[in-house]
């Protein structure tokens, strides 16, 4: 099994750790194999070692599908204006969204990645706080399965291409039916799942301990039966927020901003209270990766400055530990 944490491949990410190679010798020191790198557009590090690499999370538009589709009258509605819309889509047309990511899986696949990453959901700021969805699942994993098989049309299969549950309409590794619907539609010998453990948890707001959290995933995976074993990949961390969410869910706020830049910084800091990634505490999570046999594992923990996401590896890494000796409770 090979194990990261995640970390963007950017100057201003590496700055704390000293130096690439100072933070490659703090993973080994943690039995880690390396980062799932994610790369900044905006502050890319050339000197970034490929060896340092042990799998790759393209980049995501949360909210992309009525870009994607054209929709110019929700397009104005949700930015504002179509000035607005090609600033934050760095482009006009589906097509200048599709260059991003084949230019994105260009440079993975340049790294040598094993894997990618892809995000199937939408959902746009507003739903955020009302949870009432402008498309239905179906709506998301067809826009995707067809983005996605352009993408990797005549691309060399040397990597694995994992799809990424969340809570958003789409993927959410919920109903068994749809899961198959996605992975069947998409035209490529090598796809799988990466099972996000904390979106799972998000999905049911009843949650309350880590505990529930961990029975609810292998209540999801069980319920998955031969589909399970397209699960190639985790990433690993706990999300208890049902609370959080009933309480500040079902309307957009009074105060929200009319700037979309501002609405999104806004949005984001909500976005952090709903979906935790959060260092497992309890030992009884290690069942989870037991169950799956993860091919990648990855510690996808919140970041901070300076050790700050080491020191939530580290936590997690002895909760595993505890329960890999019985130390269950």
């Known amino acids: 099994m090979v194990q990261s944490i995640n970390f963007p491949i950017s100057t ?11 933070l490659a010798g703090q993973l080994r020191g943690l039995g880690l194999d390396g980062i799932e790198g994610i790369l900044d557009p905006d502050d890319m590090d050339p000197s970034f070692p490929h060896s340092l690499l042990a799998g790759y999370h393209m980049i995501f538009y949360p909210d992309w599908l009525d870009f994607y589709r054209q ?13 607005m819309v090609g600033r934050f889509y760095r482009g006009t047309s589906p097509e200048d969204l599709m260059q991003q990511f084949r230019n994105d899986l260009a440079y993975a696949v340049s790294l040598g990645t094993p894997y990618v990453v892809f995000h199937v959901s ?17 709506e998301v994993l067809d826009g995707a399965v067809e983005f996605i098989n352009e993408l990797l049309r005549g691309v060399e299969p040397t990597f694995d291409f994992l799809v990424e549950n969340q809570w958003w309409p789409g993927f959410t590794f919920t109903e068994p039916e749809k899961t198959e619907y996605l992975l069947s539609g998409i035209e490529y010998p090598r796809v799988g799942i990466m099972l996000d453990t ?56 009074d105060d929200f901003p009319e700037d979309y830049y501002e609405a999104f910084a806004v949005q984001y800091s909500h976005i952090l209270m709903i ?11 290690v069942r989870i990766i037991d169950e799956v046999c993860p091919k990648y594992l990855t510690h996808e923990l919140s970041s901070g400055p300076g050790r700050t996401q080491l020191t939530a ?17």
């Not at 529930?212 to 998955?224: E, N, P, R, T, V």
């Open 275 to 285: 979906d935790r990634h959060r260092p497992w505490t309890y030992p009884g999570c």
């Open 313 to 329: 590896v580290r936590r997690q890494l002895d909760t595993i530990r505890k329960g890999r000796t019985g130390v269950i409770k």
């Open 122 to 138: 939408d959902v746009s700021l507003e739903e955020t706080y009302t949870y009432r969805w402008l498309h239905t699942d179906k």
């Open 198 to 253: 904390g979106h799972l948890m998000n999905n049911n707001r009843r949650i309350r301990t880590q505990k529930q959290g961990a029975d609810y995933i292998l209540d999801m995976i069980h319920s998955h039966g031969e589909l399970s074993k397209h699960i190639l990949g985790m990433h690993f961390h706990q999300s208890v927020s049902g609370s959080y969410v009933r309480k500040s869910t079902g309307k957009v706020p």
């Open 12 to 22: 201003y990410s590496i700055e704390p750790y000293g130096s690439w190679d100072r």
């Open 71 to 83: 929709n110019t009258s929700e397009l104005i509605r949700k930015f504002g204006s179509m000035e």
